[in-house]
């Protein structure tokens, strides 16, 4: 089956699970490699984000007003979501939303590598942050767009604003945003989505 976007036919798909696979694959290809500092840190992001995927997967429990909601959606919905597996921002939403997602089987949701589709998310979200992951886009069964999320909630988000407008480095705010995904467990994901899927099913 062809996944597209716009005009563009898309590559480096993935069901979850396969891209976590994936993930794996590339670090302990990568671990022992001749790399520059800019590789380095890559594969450091990788490793974390591994961690912290297969653990949010095996402790989390979902919300049971949300899981109500997602059962609850009737047609066949497309659901893509650019990532990459060294986004911090991936691991710490992905895991949660798979969770609910895999309850329906007429969600076809599908992990879509953002490197393999730079001109795809350029052309068709034009000047909204195109290249922010992760990021998903939604479509019924007669490809109408029915949402889309990204790439964070807003709660994190606005951290982020007002950390950059203090001055802070792009490590520091991470260091920040990662404690309020620890303390927050997907709680504000829940809300964002049970919005999300509460218009869509009523």
Known sequence: MKYTLGKHNLTGIYEYN??????????????????????????EFKKINIVRSLRIAKTYKPDKELLELFKKIEGKQTWLIFTEDWCGDSAQNLPYLMKYTSLNPNLDVKIILRDDNIQALKDYFGKDNPLSIPRIVAFDENRCELFRWGPRPAKAQELVTNLKAQGYTKEEFNEKLHLWYARNKGKELEKEFTDIIGKLVY
């Open 18 to 43: 396969d891209f976590l696979e994936y993930s794996k694959q590339s670090i302990e290809e990568l671990d022992g490699a001749e790399l520059d500092e800019t590789g380095k840190k890559f594969l």
